[in-house]
């Protein structure tokens, strides 16, 4: 349950263009379709228009900009493509509620009173916690200098080269799933990687024994290598026996993996589940029962 084909191929040509001038002729064929056809998908699976999250992208970028560099404002502006600083500032207030100069020393002021508790500690993330068979191999904070939007964005990496397929670890958390019963639920997120053996995003659902019930990790499109920003789902059922939900994002081996944007949302029996404890595959009779079958 990832976005359509279609939706995927451009967001990631507008991640490759984002300091450039964006072609709108161009997305169609890109991505396949008609310029109607495309928008229509795209704002029907997104909630945004194109020319939104364009928008959305570029002032992220900005934010990262005014803490990170010493570029001024209408450089800024100009290298996002914005057409004046007046657009430009106008634009980021929306979003961020502040100007873009008050914006950044505002929160300069704030990271430079900050630095040092973030480098005493591991950074402890309200909400979530890290987990998995090796967390002693890995590392989970936040980042704010590498984000989809907002401010920061969640981020898991081994902290060796050798991290083996055999050990993984994972930013999690879980909720109680009372207010969920009966129902499916839809978790989303974006993702973005660095040399990734192999991460996903995942979600579980345990009943009041801890057996777990409902499960999806991707295994089956599980995200390797270096990508960037994509939109990624998972869909289950919330069975009437259920206790608890699980969810977050999952790193196998080495590499690094950001999250962003998490979702979490209803959704009716059109949208289909991608539980993996479905038992669909069984023969109606059982077969080589002497193992004399070759």
Known sequence: MEYS???QRTIAYIEEQLLEEISFDCLPSNAGY????LSRIFKQETGLTIGEYIRIRRLAMAASYLLYSNASII???VTLQFQSQEAFTRAFKEVYALPPGKYRKLMQSLNMMEEEQFMESSEQVKGWMLSGANPELYQFHTDDQVFHSGKRSGVLYSTTANA???QFATMMQGFLAAGYKGKRLKMSCYLKTEEAAKCGAWMRIDNSMGDTIQFDNMDQRAIT???DWN???IVLDVPEESDSIYFGVLL???GKVWADGFRLEEVDDKVPSTNMLTQTSLPK???NLDFQME
Request: aromatic share 8%; hydrophobic share 20%.
């Open 34 to 37: 008609s310029k109607y056809h």
């Open 164 to 166: 083996n397929n055999g």
């Open 231 to 233: 939109h990624y789902s």
């Open 75 to 77: 450089t800024i502006a």
């Open 225 to 227: 290598g270096t990508s």
């Open 5 to 7: 084909q279609a939706t």
């Open 252 to 254: 196998i081996g080495s």
């Open 285 to 287: 009779h059982p077969a």
